[in-house]
């Protein structure tokens, strides 16, 4: 009973590190990566697609991403996905192919995407501690059923505590790591 609620617990936080590294990714370093790129979607045949089912995504250098889709009347509407986009980068269009040129952080945009980072570990942190309350909760549910004693009841929140707080120091370290790769320029 006891491991069920721990081992439920655990995925859970996993889910958590999952979400978090893959938003973490998402975050501009001013460095290029495909991972920028996640969340764009293009209307490819009514549908809103990820860019990375209807173009190929390189990264040939550090500074520099392209894309090459696979059918170029798709080229405007990558562009104009591009645009609207929260990324703040201009596409450049040669006919074939789209090349984004990723800029070198400023001192300023440097600290707001360190802003960026903070909050995306705190939404992890409070992911974390709901979890923690519906653990605690499913275990106060055993002891009121009678299906664990007291004092069972009492270990099991502080081992629920204690993996919190390991989970809460692996988000942390999550966060240490972005906002240090953020800051070296």
């Known amino acids: 009973m006891l491991e069920d609620v721990y081992s439920e617990l655990q995925d859970n936080f996993q889910k958590t590190y999952e979400a978090l590294k893959r938003d973490l990714a998402r975050v501009r370093t001013g ?3 495909s ?3 996640d969340d764009i979607r ?3 045949y009514g549908q809103m697609t990820p860019l990375s089912q209807v173009a190929a995504v390189n990264v040939p250098d550090a500074r520099q991403i392209t ?3 696979w059918e170029a009347n798709l080229l405007k509407d990558i562009e104009r996905a ?3 986009s929260d990324l703040g980068l201009n596409p450049n269009n040669d006919g074939t ?3 984004l040129h990723i800029p070198p952080l400023t001192e ?3 600290k707001k995407l360190v802003r960026q980072v903070l909050q995306l570990g705190e939404a992890a942190k409070v992911s974390a501690r709901n979890h923690r309350r519906d653990a605690n909760g499913t275990l106060k549910d055993l002891e009121s059923e009678k299906e664990i004693s007291e ?3 009492a270990r099991a929140l502080k081992h629920v505590q204690k993996l919190t707080d390991d989970a809460i120091a692996k988000i942390d370290s999550y966060i240490e790591a972005k906002e240090k790769d953020l800051l070296t320029v």
Do not use: C, G, M, T
């Open 67 to 69: 894309i090459k889709p």
């Open 82 to 84: 591009l645009l609207q």
């Open 108 to 110: 300023e945009s440097r």
């Open 42 to 44: 293009i209307s490819y």
């Open 35 to 37: 991972n920028l790129l």
């Open 31 to 33: 460095r290029a990566h």
């Open 97 to 99: 192919l789209i090349r």
């Open 151 to 153: 004092d069972d009841l």
